[in-house]
């Protein structure tokens, strides 16, 4: 008797345990993938990016660079099917071959933000202004204007895409 109770007990205890809500992990664990969101007649793809960083004086500079970075390597899957997702460099280890070169390219203040843009301004200036506004905006995405013809133009000219 007292086997099947402490059974009957030990029952109820996993049911009570597995039905308990599920656990939300931190969104900066996160990794959410680059969307289109529509392509202008100029060829320019209008993105949405995340950044993947806590900092809030990095938030939308991280969020550039993520977005160029998947125009670059790794191509636009996600959201409409009306953007270009093949990749502008789709050689193997290109990344990796010139190193040197991206590591400058996307270093804080370098050429990247040539072709990427905040859409709305707005988010910009309130980020500037008001850091509570940051620190809520941490795990947003943004929406970014990358000039792709000519980041495309950009590789082609400093010898890393091959016509």
């Known amino acids: 008797m007292r086997k099947k109770l402490l059974c009957a007990g030990l029952?109820?205890?996993?049911?009570?345990?597995?039905?308990?809500?599920?656990?939300?992990?931190?969104?900066?664990?996160?990794?959410?993938?680059?969307?289109?969101?529509?392509?202008?007649?100029?060829?320019?793809?209008?993105?949405?990016?995340?950044?993947?960083?806590?900092?809030?004086?990095?938030?939308?500079?991280?969020a550039k660079k993520n977005a160029i970075n998947d125009i670059l390597f790794g191509g636009i899957v996600e959201g409409k099917a009306t953007c270009d997702v093949k990749p502008i460099l789709a050689q193997a280890n290109i990344k990796a071959q010139n190193e040197a070169y991206f590591n400058k390219f996307f270093a804080d203040g370098g050429e990247y933000r040539n072709y990427a843009f905040i859409k709305d301004d707005q988010v910009e200036l309130n980020f500037s202004k008001d850091p509570e506004y940051a620190k809520r905006m941490i795990n947003s995405g943004f929406v970014i204007k990358i000039k792709k013809p000519d980041l495309k133009q950009k590789m082609i000219a400093d010898g890393i895409l091959k016509q």
Do not use: R
Request: aromatic share 8%; hydrophobic share 40%.
């Open 11 to 62: 029952a109820v205890l996993l049911i009570y345990a597995s039905c308990s809500a599920p656990k939300k992990v931190a969104n900066n664990y996160y990794t959410h993938k680059t969307e289109c969101v529509s392509v202008e007649l100029d060829g320019t793809q209008i993105v949405n990016a995340w950044s993947n960083t806590a900092e809030t004086v990095t938030v939308i500079e991280q």
